[in-house]
C-alpha cells in the first residue's frame, strides 16, 4: 500500500471516529448545558425558556455533521483505490468542516453566549477533516502507476492483524471484570451500610431536586485488574498455590500504584485501609493483599474458562468488536465528564 493511500485511510478512520465522537458528545454535552442551567437556574419553565427555541437546532446539526463523518470515513475507507473519486472525497471534507463549524457557532450562541467564542475548539475540531481534506488532495495527486495496492503492513499494524481476536478477547474481559466488580462493591457496601451507591462509572446528577442516574456499572480497577490477573497467569492455572503468592504480590503492586496515581494525578482518593489491621499508608493491607491471592486462583481457574466460552460462542464477532469499541468509549466519555459535571458518587 502506498504512502498516499495509507495516509487517507488513516484519515478515514479518524473521520469515523470523530463522527462517533461528535455523537456521543452532542447529546452528552446538551444533557450536561440542561443540568448546568437547572441548577443555576432552579426553574425548569426559565430553563426551558433560554434552551427551548434554538437548542434542538444545534443538537440536530451536531448529530448530522457526526453522521456525516461517520458516513464519509465508512465510504471513503471502501473506495481509496478509486482515485477518480478523489474530487468527491474533498468535497466531503470540506462539508464536514463546515457542518462542525455551524455546529460550534450555534452551540455559543445557545449554551456559552455568556463566555468568549471557543477558537481553540473550533480549530481543534477542524483538524480531522482538514488532515482528510490534505490526504485526499495527496490521492489525486498519485500517478497511475501507483494504483497497485502493495501489501505493506507495518510492524504495528502486522501486529494488531494477526493478534486482532486475542486483543479484543482482553477487552472483553476488562469489561465484564469490571462490571462483575462493580456489583460486588456495590453489594459489599449495600449489606454494611443497608442502602444502594452511585459506583465507578455510574452518577447521579441533579435538576433542582430531581436527581438523573447515568453513566454505567462499571469500575476500571477491577476492569484493568482482572484483565491483567487472567492473561498474564493463564500459565499458571494448574499450579494454584504459585499462582495465589505471585497473584497476592503483582497485584497488591497495582493496588499500591493505582492509589498513588489517583491521589497525585487525577487528585482522587478512592479507598482507606488506614483503619485497617496491617496496612501501609492507608492504601493497602494485609486482608485486600491475601483477597487478591485468593481472586487470581478464582478468576484464573473458573472465571477465564467461562470468558472464553462465552466469548466463542458469540458468532456474529465483528457486531461484538464494535460494541466492545463503543463502550470503551462512552468509559472514557464518563472519565472526562466526571469533574466537569461535579457528579454525586458515594
Known sequence: MGKRLRFFRVTSFLMILSGVMAILGGVILLVAGVIFAAADMGDPGEVASVFGNYAWVGLVVTLIGGAFQVFTGIYSRKNAMYREKANLFIYFGLIAAVLHFASQIIGYINIHSHTSFDTVGVL???VIPAFYIISAVQLKKEEEEHKERIPELSVLRN???????????????????????????????????????????????RIGDFPILWGLPFILMYGIGGAILIWCFKPLAKEPIRLFFIGTFVLTIFEYATSVFCENVLNMKLWDYSDVFMNFQGRICLTSSLAWGVLSVVSVKFLAPLF????????????????ILVLLVFIVVCYLLRPILNVEQY
Do not use: P, Q
Request: net charge positive.
Open 308 to 323: 472464553d466460552k462465552l466469548y466463542n460462542e458469540i458468532m456474529n464477532k465483528r457486531v461484538l468488536h464494535v460494541i
Open 159 to 205: 501486529f494488531l492483524v494477526k493478534n486482532k481476536e486475542r486483543i479484543f478477547e482482553i477487552l472483553f474481559t476488562l469489561i465484564i471484570c469490571g462490571v462483575i466488580g462493580w456489583a460486588f462493591e456495590t453489594t459489599e457496601v449495600w449489606i454494611h451500610y443497608g442502602r444502594l451507591t452511585a459506583r465507578g462509572m455510574l452518577f447521579i446528577s
Open 124 to 126: 481543534v475540531g477542524m
